[in-house]
């Protein structure tokens, strides 16, 4: 963690193929995620017409694809055949669907209104269909996975059991005043960066790497979850709500130990001061939580530590061969810092 | 459906240990039960604690068993040997869990207040770590299946999807006054026969079947389930409610199209007219209505409905070598008729 604090783009070799590859770095994997993209929709016509809507609504509503372009990318870094690219696909799309059903039971759970700047599921079509179009996104993962070996399943079996532990721990740690780095850390881990572990982990071994390149790109996985999720609070915070499609401050108003929430209280007095009196996190009081998190030293710590993992991911992707492939999980992991959504 | 008045016990031939099945038809495999068990216990233990007291408080809140029981006697009915019996007891846990999971979903979808003459998950834990837990149980169910061949866990993954659309046809239909049999029956299939289906195919697969004895004991389940789940509904409307562990006539306070529900929106135009005016299923209203519902005529035409199902599995039955297993499973399949819990 020591490079922490700066991120040097121009260090990274950019090969000739390189100027397509910035501007979208998924362009690279371009047709494997068509494939993906299409097999993913034809997995979501359940034969109740509900459940498909539902799964359509969520899926077809811009979401990003990160899970699966880094899935593909990962494993086409690792020399992953062509022959292969089946297995890599049927990984991607699972582990999208798993995703997917953990935002709608997200979206139950914190009854969250607005997803991607629409309604939500829930609010659309309430909360007992939404409850089991998420089951269905489960059921589906569980059935591709029916064809990788017994190892390959225990490794997404345990990314979704560790999931549904780390949703636990944050509803654990809600309106917390004491929660420290170390237990954001877990939670993210937990909650979001397990699946980009498993899925970095599935992708290597997919593509036949020996044990130590499934192992770094685990770690990959790892570090690129962490900071996805250390910059999607920082937005939660920064908004603004066209950009990122749902209210601004929504984890203040939840409770959520989010990143700016846990370092504003271990430095702040007066907003330890709020979340140990409970207070009503509205009007004037949200108002003023806001503006301390919104402070620019605290918003620089946040976007120091997710530089740190963004940093370490390309320490780990120096192990890869150089690659055109390389250069775009470069370019990914790198826009996470500067992402706007 | 010939035969569906009488179920004639006599005619099964009881070898020398039946008088112990008779008494408890599961006896015969209680150590491969207890090693499930005890397998499963260990499963629920998660590192939220939340998790594993939730899952365990519904796992050991005094369920029936019945889908472990009906995995392991169809494995051993079907000659399956001991060399293989940890893949049985891993299938019938799997199918355990999965039915969990959609009991503690089911009370979110239902708001049910009570289960098995205790308060529910949901009464007890809130919502959001109740409907976390059933996530958990499924991917717990999802790791164990990794062990198997592709085509097996694509069994049990179907099962879980058809669980999904029945649970949403289900939803489609209530408070229908004019859902028909052939609905209803679609319902169940989908809802509860499915998991007993796919028990009933892994299990033969496992115990080594050729491919015409897998499909009878798929229909064999089938049968099982669809028996089951019809007692059970004739059960809600008869009560009373210590024995069968929630208020009387649940499935008609919300409107759920169950077994005599449908049977008498189509003979009486009194509750057919009740329901298609949407009458609040409360007080004199529902007095009235849960009146109707146990007309005794209507009551014997439902457990006569039952008893075909009954018939049909004993006829499946046949078509393996006798032993005692398959007397215990023909007790078991009997019983459904006349339990009382």
């Given at each position: 963690m020591k490079k922490a604090k700066t991120i040097d783009l121009a260090s990274r070799r950019a090969p000739a193929s390189a100027n397509r590859a910035l501007s979208n770095p998924a362009a690279i994997v371009e047709a494997d995620l068509a494939a993906a993209e299409a097999k993913l929709t034809r997995l979501l016509?359940?034969?109740e017409s509900l459940i498909a809507e539902i799964c359509h609504y969520l899926v077809d509503g811009?979401?990003?694809r990160l899970r699966p372009i880094f899935i593909l990318l990962v494993y086409r870094a690792c020399g992953g055949s062509d022959e292969k690219i089946e297995d890599a696909i049927d990984a991607a799309i699972a582990l999208e669907l798993i995703h997917s059903a953990t935002l709608l039971h997200d979206d139950i759970i914190d009854a969250g209104r607005l997803r991607r700047g629409k309604p939500s599921a829930l609010a659309r079509y309430g909360f007992a269909p939404t409850l089991i179009a998420g089951d269905y996104m489960f059921c589906r993962a569980f059935e591709l996975c029916g064809r990788f070996e017994e190892h390959l399943v225990r490794t997404a079996a345990q990314a979704c059991i560790e999931l549904t532990e780390g949703e636990v721990m944050e509803g654990r740690l809600?309106?917390?005043?004491?929660?420290?780095i170390a237990d954001y850390r877990q939670v993210i881990t937990r909650k979001t960066a397990s699946l980009f572990y498993a899925g970095g982990k599935v992708a290597a071994d997919l593509a036949g790497m020996p044990s130590g390149g499934i192992d770094a790109m685990s770690r990959l996985g790892l570090t690129m979850g962490l900071a996805f999720q250390m910059i999607d609070d920082l937005l939660d915070v920064l908004g603004p709500e066209e950009k990122i499609g749902k209210p601004v401050g929504s984890d203040l108003r939840e409770g959520i130990p989010s990143l700016p929430v846990v370092l504003a209280a271990a430095r702040n007095p007066e907003l330890k001061q709020m979340l140990q009196n409970r207070v009503?996190?509205?009007g004037a009081a949200f108002q003023r939580a806001l503006e301390i998190l919104r402070d620019p030293k605290l918003i620089a710590e946040a976007r120091a530590m997710a530089a740190a993992e963004v940093m370490i991911a390309r320490d780990i992707l120096?192990?890869?061969?150089?690659?055109p492939y390389r250069d775009s999980l470069a370019a990914i992991i790198d826009e996470q810092i500067d992402r706007e959504v």
């Open positions: 016509d359940s034969n811009g979401g990003k809600r309106h917390s005043a004491s929660a420290t009503e996190m509205s120096r192990e890869l061969r150089p690659s």
